[in-house]
């Protein structure tokens, strides 16, 4: 996977990596897609811009969703 050119949107996309998600390279306006490494949860993707208007953002919407997987996935068995 090559480096997204905004340090603060390859940080997110490191910080996804780290929590199980899996990168797939985009072509065109989309730099990727992110995906959630949990089987059920097929609704957990999300699109990552090369040139979004506010980089910053781009990279907080990212953590956002991935803590809110993290949320939603049991760490125990019931």
């Not at 990168?23 to 090369?50: D, I, N, P």
């Not at 919407?61 to 019931?78: A, F, S, Y």
């Amino acid at each position: 996977m090559k480096d997204h050119p905004n340090k603060h949107i390859q940080a997110a996309i490191e910080y996804a990596l780290s929590a199980g998600w899996h990168f797939r390279q985009g072509k065109g306006h989309a730099f990727g897609r992110l995906y959630c490494g949990t089987h059920e949860h097929h609704e957990h993707q999300m699109s990552v811009w090369s040139t979004p208007r506010n980089p910053e953002n781009h990279a907080r919407q990212i953590h956002r969703k991935v803590n809110i997987c993290r949320l939603i996935t049991p760490d125990r068995q019931e």
